[in-house]
Structure formats: structure tokens, C-alpha cells
């Protein structure tokens, strides 16, 4: 079982960053991928980014690349999502998610979530 609680967002202007946190119990943390998926009103969830269980590969959705940074930090059970250049349709709820996958995009391979962080940028 992992309890996944993400922090970190909040209302920023277009073209700010944000930092969002998602911080695990359990000590299997490093046995998982991570990713990061949102959610707009009226929208379904999306992909945004995972990364592997070490934290040494990457992969984004288009539409964050080259915006979006994440990373993890095994040893305080911690993901990271950096967000730069924000835009008015990032705005969203955003999760994190655990997986014992590797390079899926599709929630229902996820098995853990956490309840989300509101994530929203004025134009």
C-alpha cells in the first residue's frame, strides 16, 4: 500500500512556476514509477509526466515538454513536479500517481493516487 498527498499549487500568473510535491508513506516507494496526470473541469485526466523507479528516465506529454520537470527523491519518499512558463490551459487539478509499470499514460494502469492539488494560472 502507498499513500500518495500531493501540496504545491496554488493561483499563479501566466508564464509563472509552480512547484507541486507529492509526498509517499510506505517503504516501498523505490519499487514504484511515479506520475503526474491532470484534470480540467469538464475534461478527462490526462498524462503529464512518470518517472522510473531511480529517478534516471523521464517521459512528458508534448504538451509540458520542455515546461515540466519531474523528479524524485527516494530517500524522503518525495516526487517533484516543476512547472515553468505556465499557461491558462494548464490549469487544472493535478494528481500523482504510483505504478509498477513503466511508460504508461492511461490511469487505469496506475494503482495509487493521491486526492490532488488545485493548480490554476490567470491570464
Known amino acids: 500500500q502507498v499513500q500518495l498527498v500531493e501540496s504545491g499549487g496554488g493561483l499563479v500568473q501566466a508564464g509563472g512556476s509552480l512547484r507541486l510535491s507529492c509526498a509517499a508513506s510506505?517503504?516501498?516507494?523505490?519499487?514504484?514509477?511515479m506520475g503526474w496526470f491532470r484534470q480540467a473541469p469538464g475534461k478527462e485526466r490526462e498524462f503529464v509526466a512518470a518517472?522510473?523507479?531511480?529517478?534516471?528516465?523521464?517521459y512528458y506529454a508534448d504538451s509540458v515538454k520542455g515546461r515540466f520537470t519531474i523528479s524524485r527523491d527516494n530517500a524522503n519518499y518525495t516526487v517533484h513536479l516543476r512547472m515553468n512558463s505556465l499557461k491558462p490551459e494548464d490549469t487544472a487539478v493535478y494528481y500523482c500517481?504510483?505504478?509498477?509499470?513503466?511508460?504508461?499514460?492511461?490511469?487505469?494502469?496506475?494503482?495509487?493516487w493521491g486526492q490532488g492539488t488545485q493548480v490554476t494560472v490567470s491570464s
Open positions: 500517481a504510483a505504478t509498477v509499470l513503466w511508460e504508461v499514460v492511461t490511469t487505469d494502469q496506475y494503482d495509487y
Open positions: 510506505g517503504r516501498t516507494f523505490s519499487s514504484y514509477a
Open positions: 518517472i522510473s523507479w531511480s529517478g534516471g528516465n523521464t
